[in-house]
């Protein structure tokens, strides 16, 4: 902030828990108000692009639950779709 950044960005987060304790440590360090915060949210289309996420994107934060889900559907393109949509729900 201080070399000029109006915003941060993280890597695909599908877990609110993580979300809601990021944002705590902003406000912690009195940056909430004085960052802009771009939260990555990903609608993976299987298991196995979850779980590639979350073992290859550094700082990604793939919940075993949320690949489980994934793994279990009847369509894994469409359940990406909805935890993306859940997630996007729960931050707003």
Same mark, same amino acid.
């Given at each position: 902030?201080?070399?000029? @950044?109006?915003?941060?960005?993280?890597?695909?987060?599908?877990?609110?828990?993580?979300?809601?304790?990021?944002?705590?440590?902003?406000?912690?360090a009195?940056?909430?108000?004085?960052?802009?915060? /771009?939260?990555?949210?990903?609608?993976?289309? +299987?298991?196995? +692009?979850? /779980?590639?996420?979350?073992?290859?994107?550094? $700082?990604?934060?793939?919940?075993?639950?949320?690949?489980?889900?994934?793994?279990?559907?009847a369509?894994?393109?469409?359940? $990406?779709? @909805?935890?993306?949509?859940?997630?996007?729900?729960?931050?707003?």
């Amino acid at each position: 902030m201080a070399a000029g @950044a109006q915003f941060v960005q993280t890597r695909p987060c599908l877990d609110i828990d993580a979300v809601e304790g990021y944002v705590a440590r902003l406000r912690d360090a009195d940056l909430a108000d004085r960052v802009f915060v /771009q939260i990555g949210v990903a609608a993976p289309d +299987s298991a196995q +692009s979850a /779980q590639w996420m979350r073992e290859n994107l550094r $700082g990604a934060v793939i919940p075993d639950a949320v690949i489980a889900r994934l793994a279990g559907a009847a369509d894994a393109r469409d359940e $990406g779709i @909805a935890v993306a949509a859940e997630m996007l729900h729960q931050i707003g």
